[in-house]
């Protein structure tokens, strides 16, 4: 082959930025691969058949960044609700995930479809050839530097980028044993996602709220997110109908997927029931919608004894990048530029390990149509 070719593993936001970085670049040889669930479904971000959007990585899209507002820009065009943060939005934002939000901050939501929205847009956008879905990846070969999938496929690399929760990668690569031994010392928590459908108006004090931190009996907050105030078109009957999402989480160790996962039911029911007990829900509100999701790896915690580091270094030196907010163990990656900076240094240096350099690749703009040329002219390295 003329360049090495590079793979991205995983094509939630941070795989899609680092595609798109590098075909906005014109780097010739890179593949978007992603498995076992709909490219670049945010995180199961969909409408339901109901009418109601269920978007767990539902965050403020902000512009600060001139890269990330471009493609903003390219993809969203005027499809999209603007806000201001407000200042207890961000003082809870800050309560439930311990990252600084600035009040009065400018952001954006997609009009409708929600992260999803965002993320299926910037798939379409990219070079259709080199996006491809495969089965269920089993292993990491190191010795041929090939990606071994649950049909017997195999899939050769000389840079990979990885998107996937760095314990899961881990566990793909059996022969780094020394690896597995420092990968076993990471923490995260897991998620419960319990989204709620209520008929009505909400209560007086939080029709202008989009974010909001509820206690919990840890000492802690869970955090909401009003979906219905990110975007009117979340709900099937806007000003007859709203929705908040409630996100809790447990602690576990990062290798385990069955800790605490107790009954749905009675998630659900603990979470509507505190919900009423705080005045989120008015007493006499009729719930017509309800789901709840467990996400096993859901944030990771504090990195013990600077063991992230050390899996990335000797990750590294094989050829693999790991990114993302999973990818590189980082519970601040929460917020979608966030998310997508990290994709591009993740193609960044991915360039660099493939020997290609990627600002001179970027000399001429690939043959794009009009709208990814206005993506194109936001790029800055």
Do not use: K
């Amino acid at each position: 082959m003329d360049r090495p070719r590079i793979l991205i593993v995983g094509a939630g936001a941070t795989g899609l930025a680092a595609a798109w970085a590098l075909d906005a670049a014109g780097v010739a040889d890179w593949t978007l691969v992603d498995c076992e669930r709909p490219l670049s479904d945010g995180r199961a971000s969909a409408v339901d058949r109901a009418g109601f959007l269920y978007d767990p990585a539902a965050r403020p899209f902000y512009r600060d960044d001139a890269t990330f507002a471009a493609i903003l820009d390219a993809v969203l065009g005027c499809e999209h609700v603007e806000h201001t943060l407000a200042r207890r939005d961000a003082r809870d934002l800050e309560r439930c995930e311990g990252c600084g939000a600035v009040p009065g901050s400018r952001y954006w939501f997609p009009r409708s479809g929600g992260t999803g929205a965002f993320l299926r847009g910037v798939r379409a956008r990219l070079s259709a050839n080199r996006v491809e879905r495969h089965a269920r990846l089993v292993g990491v070969d190191l010795a041929h530097r090939a990606l071994v999938f649950s049909d017997g496929e195999v899939l050769q690399f000389d840079v990979l980028v990885s998107t996937l929760p760095l314990p899961r990668l881990v566990a793909l690569l059996p022969q780094m044993t020394e690896v597995a031994c420092i990968a076993a010392r990471l923490r995260c928590d897991a998620a419960h996602v319990v989204s709620v459908g209520i008929e009505g108006a909400p209560p007086q004090d939080l029709r202008d709220r989009a974010f909001a931190a509820l206690s919990n009996d840890r000492g802690g907050f869970d955090a909401l997110t009003f979906l219905s105030h990110l975007s009117p078109a979340n709900v099937p009957s806007p000003g007859r109908q709203w929705s908040v999402l409630v996100e809790s989480r447990e602690t576990l160790r990062a290798t385990s997927s069955v800790v605490g996962r107790g009954e749905t039911r009675s998630m659900v029911q603990q979470t509507v029931d505190r919900l009423v007990e705080a005045d989120v829900i008015p007493a006499e509100s009729a719930i017509v919608n309800l789901r709840h999701d467990r996400i096993a790896l859901g944030a990771p915690l504090d990195d013990p004894g600077g063991a992230v580091a050390e899996i990335l270094t000797r990750l590294d030196a094989h050829g693999i990048v790991s990114r993302g907010r999973l990818g590189s163990w980082n519970a601040a990656l929460i917020d979608p530029d966030l998310l997508f900076l990290e994709g591009f240094e993740a193609a960044e240096e991915a360039c660099a390990l493939a020997g290609t350099d990627l600002a001179s690749a970027r000399a001429a703009p690939p043959p794009w149509g009009e709208s990814r040329d206005v993506a194109w002219r936001g790029f800055e390295w």
